[in-house]
């Protein structure tokens, strides 16, 4: 079993949704918790960063993180055919650089 | 500010010939780290270096090796190559403080034939 899981999708939603994605992870030791977002042939780009359980909101993004049952979420609002591209979450240790990413999830969505 | 830079963007090799790739942080970071990412594996870490030493290392074989210069740029080695080696080699930055954010690079696209 994987240490972070990510439902692969894809998910195709219609311009203007809400879209909502989740990881769920086994090791408690992780600490900080992040969602990259990655368009076809590029690098995956940090879109939220958090630290502890709660939420966290930047422009259209919220990153939500329950660290009692270990699921962490991305809320997009208002999405935009721009927003198609693959939503990986990502969390590592207190200490160290070491990122364990979930398998990512494809989104689409639709004018 | 400048972002990651990889160096080259895509690289067509035969299996056991070996392979370099380089990459530059952005400026003032002094972490680099490494992942492979393919469609059945998704992004697994290989190592990361800071201030020169290799700080972590992944579960990859002894045929995957990399350094990092003290200007923080950072190379990555595979020797005799094999055709699963094929993959999307992406390189992230961080200043390794406090919030610990790691940037990435548009990755090298290696296939092996």
């Known amino acids: 079993q994987k240490e972070v899981e990510q439902d692969p999708g894809p998910l195709s939603v219609p311009e203007g949704a809400i879209v909502s994605l989740n990881c769920t992870y086994s090791?408690?030791?992780?600490?900080?918790f992040m969602w990259y977002r990655q368009y076809s042939r590029k690098g995956p780009e940090l879109l939220m960063y958090?630290?502890?359980?709660g939420n966290k909101e930047d422009g259209r993004f919220t990153a939500q993180v329950d660290k009692s049952s270990k699921y962490i979420s991305l809320f997009i609002r208002d999405s935009q055919p721009s927003d198609s591209a693959t939503y990986l979450c990502?969390?590592?240790?207190?200490?160290?650089?070491?990122?364990?990413f979930g398998g990512g999830t494809r989104v689409l969505v639709k004018p | 500010k400048a972002g990651v830079t990889q160096t080259p963007r895509y690289l067509i090799k035969t299996r056991g010939q070996q392979v370099t790739l380089s990459c530059s942080p952005i400026?003032?970071?002094?972490?680099v780290s490494w992942y492979q990412q393919t469609p059945g594996q998704g992004l697994q870490f290989l190592f990361e270096?800071?201030?020169?030493?290799?700080?972590n290392k992944g579960n990859f074989p002894g045929r995957f090796s990399g350094r990092q210069f003290s200007n923080s740029r950072s190379e990555m080695n595979v020797s005799t190559l094999e055709l699963g080696d094929s993959a999307l080699y992406l390189c992230?930055?961080?200043?390794?403080?406090?919030?610990?954010?790691?940037?990435f690079g548009p990755g090298t696209r290696l296939t092996v034939l």
């Open positions: 958090t630290y502890s359980s």
């Open positions: 090791n408690s030791a992780f600490q900080y």
């Open positions: 270096y800071f201030s020169e030493t290799q700080r």
């Open positions: 400026s003032g970071h002094r972490s």
């Open positions: 992230a930055s961080s200043n390794r403080t406090g919030a610990d954010t790691q940037y």
């Open positions: 990502a969390m590592n240790k207190a200490a160290g650089n070491k990122l364990t």
